[in-house]
């Protein structure tokens, strides 16, 4: 059973347009949600995060939304540039403390296209 | 320069053959983790430690043993019982067991001759 889904497995944006990549959780017992980048062949990236009492995290061109009731996050990068194109795991942390482990999705294929 | 290394960055096992994947960081940090990524997966938590001398299994620790014996090192052992151990193995970080965000190494993947 997923508790996290990106359910998305691409998407393809035109550079200096807006990226948006999506992501639901089940799980009501997680209290912080990170966005992570990933290269083939190399380890995840952190790009941002967002803990259950905000509804939205900006750092530069990268803006997280938490909808707590939807159970529904979003990343959105704007302006889209080249770089961006990588997978991108949505990923979030149970309430509780422990350092137990993230859940993760299973990634969307962002695609800048010039 | 601090950070997560992982080597080696590409490893080749035997039918029944045991092998050892280092994790190393210099971060001081408490937390480490190893996940495991398949083609077209998420991440999957295979074992985690919380402090020296501890560690817990997570979602997929069957075939796979781990030591936490120094705080910057967390090996892990994927044993003749794994049978399936090609996948992509990632080690992570984080700074104490409250401190949801891990910091990951570069990865190595593993396959099977």
């Known amino acids: 059973d997923q508790q996290v889904k990106q359910n998305s497995p691409s998407l393809s944006v035109q550079e200096g347009r807006i990226s948006i990549l999506n992501c639901d959780y089940t799980?009501?017992?997680?209290?912080?949600f990170l966005w992570y980048k990933k290269y083939p062949a190399e380890g995840p990236t952190f790009l941002i995060s967002?803990?259950?009492?905000?509804d939205k995290n900006e750092d530069g061109r990268f803006t997280v939304f938490l909808n707590k009731s939807a159970k529904h996050l979003s990343l959105h990068i704007v302006p889209s540039q080249p770089g961006d194109s990588a997978v991108y795991f949505c990923?979030?942390?149970?309430?509780?403390?422990?350092?137990?482990?993230?859940?993760f999705g299973k990634g969307t294929h962002l695609i800048i296209q010039p | 320069d601090g950070g997560i290394t992982q080597s080696p960055k590409y490893l080749f096992r035997k039918e029944g053959q045991n092998v050892t994947l280092s994790c190393e960081q210099n971060?001081?940090?408490?937390?480490m983790y190893w996940y495991r990524q398949d083609p077209g997966q998420g991440l999957r938590l295979i074992y985690y430690?919380?402090?020296?001398?501890?560690?817990q299994k997570g979602d997929i620790a069957e075939g796979y043993s781990v030591s936490r014996e120094k705080k910057e090192s967390f090996p892990l052992t994927v044993t003749s019982a794994q049978k399936n151990p090609t996948a992509f193995y990632l080690c992570?970080?984080?700074?104490?067991?409250?401190?949801?965000?891990?910091?990951f190494g570069p990865g190595t993947r593993l396959l099977v001759l």
């Open positions: 992570a970080s984080s700074r104490d067991r409250d401190w949801g965000t891990q910091y």
């Open positions: 967002i803990s259950s009492i905000k």
């Open positions: 990923a979030a942390r149970k309430s509780g403390g422990g350092a137990d482990g993230l859940t």
């Open positions: 430690s919380q402090i020296v001398n501890d560690f």
């Open positions: 971060l001081n940090h408490d937390a």
């Open positions: 799980n009501s017992m997680f209290d912080y």
